[in-house]
């Protein structure tokens, strides 16, 4: 199991849901409260795949966790969750990255319109 401590200060925190052999998964990221609107969409997207809980992921410290409720059957299935997992690390890091670039160049311009004008009015 994982320790709750590393989990609750973990950068990011996925629920992981998967198929039997880890070719088909999922994670909800657990810092972001969903909207009734996400889990119809999540619902629907899910129909068919046979999905289900298999435990969490999180990164703590720089260093991926991938804690599941049973141990897979085939050892392929926790290396295809945990390269997933990376995927999802990447992607939500380069979603956050481009955040603060806008919020970068939005503080920017405030910071630089607050400044005194330094030129002569004569």
């Known amino acids: 199991m994982y320790d709750i401590e590393q989990l ?19 994670f909800l990221n657990l810092q972001q409260k969903a909207s009734a609107s996400d889990l119809e969409q999540l619902r629907a997207r ?45 992607m939500i890091s380069n979603d956050r990255t481009e955040q603060l ?4 160049s939005v503080m920017w311009c405030e910071l630089l319109y607050t400044l005194p004008d330094t030129r002569s009015h004569t």
Not at 10 to 21: E, T
Not at 57 to 79: N, R
Not at 101 to 104: E, F, G, I, L, P
């Open 8 to 26: 609750s200060n973990a950068q990011s925190a996925a629920y992981v849901i998967s198929n039997p052999d880890g070719s088909d998964c999922e």
């Open 101 to 104: 670039r806008a919020d970068d």
């Open 46 to 90: 899910w129909a068919g795949r046979d999905l289900h809980g298999v435990g969490v992921a999180f990164l703590a410290h720089g260093i991926p966790h991938v804690s599941l409720k049973e141990q897979p059957s085939d050892f392929m299935a926790i290396v295809r969750l945990t390269a997933a997992f990376a995927r999802y690390v990447d």
